[in-house]
Nanobody, 114 residues
Framework: QVQLVESGGGLVQPGGSLRLSCAAS????????MGWHRQPPGRQRELVAA???????NYADSVKGRFTISRDNAKNIIFLEMNSLKPEDTAVYYC????????WGQGTQVTVSS
């Protein structure tokens, strides 16, 4: 079964932190470069971070130095540690492969506001 389930979002003040999790079915997770994507209000979805099966990472310039992506290959889970959050990070966050090859999950809402 192909499945992506995101969790961990919420309301946080500017400068705060959140940790997102995504449980993926093994079909999706195994051997794939996984990514966190986000869709801000009224804008297109964008890739913000990606991690290969070997653990190499890359980030969008807008989040570099603030976000950290990681994965647990034994449990088919990827994480996104988000620090120094800004209002412009407000979005629905989704996980998928880097190329978004599978149906999207429900996402998790992150709202950064005072």
């Amino acid at each position: 079964q192909v499945q992506l389930v995101e969790s961990g979002g919420g309301l946080v003040q500017p400068g705060g932190s959140l940790r997102l999790s995504c449980a993926a079915s093994r079909t999706i997770f195994r051997f794939n470069t996984m990514g966190w994507h986000r869709q801000p209000p009224g804008r297109q979805r964008e890739l913000v971070a990606a991690i290969t099966s070997a653990g190499s990472t890359n980030y969008a310039d807008s989040v570099k130095g603030r976000f950290t992506i990681s994965r647990d290959n034994a449990k088919n889970i990827i994480f996104l540690e988000m620090n120094s959050l800004k209002p412009e990070d407000t979005a629905v966050y989704y996980c998928n492969t880097r190329s978004a090859a599978f149906p999207w999950g429900q996402g998790t809402q992150v709202t950064v506001s005072s």
